[in-house]
């Protein structure tokens, strides 16, 4: 049960590593997130859901997402009782799998007209060669990583969205969930 645990846990640091290690810049060091603004966690979650929705549009191809909630975690190297970020992790599911390719297709072309810099895009080094893409919206201070999964049961894309480091409004705390 304990492999378990730990394996969403990196999964989780990984790709915040990823992520939030491109070119969203609004801060003094290239390598640190960038500040998102001031909100509480909940008002932050509201927000990364609509992102997400404005991503599923973008799909433009019919299916479904998966029922999943943002959740809240700590920004790296800031005081984890003041900073935080929003994470979303779904998938969107074709109706048919011959939709996958295009699907992902759509999102390359349609993410740059809506604010998204796609900064990296082709096949992991998986043995499925798995196509991924991740792109960067600098001025909503947010990014997304994209992996087109067609030897999935059944196909998908699965979708992780983070967010800069938000500030939580002075006498406020984070809420974590």
Request: glycine share 6%; hydrophobic share 35%; aromatic share 6%.
């Amino acid at each position: 049960m304990k492999s378990k645990l730990s394996a969403p846990a990196l999964l989780l640091s990984l790709a915040l590593a990823t992520l939030t290690g491109c070119s969203m810049t609004d801060t003094n060091n290239s390598d640190d997130i960038p500040l998102a603004g001031i909100s509480t966690s909940l008002a932050a979650a509201d927000k990364m859901e609509e992102v997400s929705s404005g991503l599923y549009d973008l799909i433009g191809i019919k299916g479904k997402a998966s029922d999943s909630r943002p959740g809240v975690t700590e920004c790296s190297g800031k005081d984890r009782e003041k900073y935080f970020q929003i994470f979303h992790p779904w998938s969107f599911y074709p109706a048919s799998a011959s939709d996958l390719d295009e699907a992902m297709e759509q999102l390359k072309t349609e993410l740059p007209k809506h604010g998204w810099k796609v900064v990296d895009y082709g096949p992991d080094t998986s043995k499925n060669k798995n196509i991924n893409l991740t792109a960067d919206n600098d001025k909503k201070k947010y990014s997304v990583k994209i992996v087109q999964m067609p030897k999935n049961n059944p196909p998908k894309l699965s979708l992780m969205v983070v967010s800069g480091c938000y500030q939580v409004p002075d006498g406020e705390k984070v809420e974590r969930f």
